[in-house]
């Protein structure tokens, strides 16, 4: 992903978003090497995975605070952005209402209004394909806006809305001309939501939904725009 200035989603997934994949998601790690040849990992690019996530967070505040009024009456005001944790090491985590934050988890919390994510979840799904850390940021920041918002208005589904409010997002600052989706990153989003769903260490059996119902969440906002995560 790239911004137009950095983050590259093609502007055509706008109108295809991945509703059902064609075929199987790759498989993420190295490309299978000839008996002969042994396969060379590839090297973790740090300071590109530090310039996403910052892209990724400005990117998705801006949309936010572009938008607001379009949708929702009030004033947006930015959530807190604590960023990476260490989930392995107590002592370091941060805490929510009082309660230190998961290991492997990223996390909205409402108490200090504040988005954090683990540094060893997002860079284990970094490796994949950078589209990985724009997918969690947009989805946490959902949890943000649904905390902004009437009771009435956040589905009981909240996990699928934040998914749908997430495709919103990513696709509207495609459309704005702030964001570019690159070859690729249709198929890294699709196979993201292979690695999320409910049956992974992190979540809890029905909080998510399953990679499908997912995928579809995400591809409706993608596709329709916020009012749709709202219908």
Partial sequence: MTLTGACEYTAAARTAAPARPAQSPRATGSPTASPRTPA????????GFE?????????????????????????????????????????????????????????????????????????TGYAGGDAWVYLVVAHEW????????????????????????????????AADGDLTFET??????VDSFQVIGDTTPWTKPGDHGSASQRLQAFSRGGARGVRACFT
């Fill in 40 to 47: 060379t990992p590839r090297r973790f690019d740090e300071a």
């Fill in 51 to 123: 310039g996403d996530l910052r892209t990724a967070t400005a990117i998705t505040d801006r949309f936010w605070r572009r938008h607001w009024t379009r949708f929702f009456t009030g004033a947006y005001t930015s959530p807190r952005v604590v960023g990476l944790y260490d989930g392995s090491d107590p002592a370091a985590t941060p805490t929510c209402g009082g309660e230190p934050l998961e290991r492997d988890n990223a996390e909205y919390c409402p108490a200090g209004d504040f988005l954090a994510w683990d540094a060893h979840l997002m860079r």
């Fill in 142 to 173: 959902g949890h943000a806006v649904q905390n902004r918002l009437q009771r009435r208005l956040v589905s009981p589904a909240a996990e699928l809305q934040a998914d749908c409010l997430a495709g919103a997002t990513l696709y509207g600052s």
């Fill in 184 to 189: 690729g990153d249709t198929r890294e989003i």
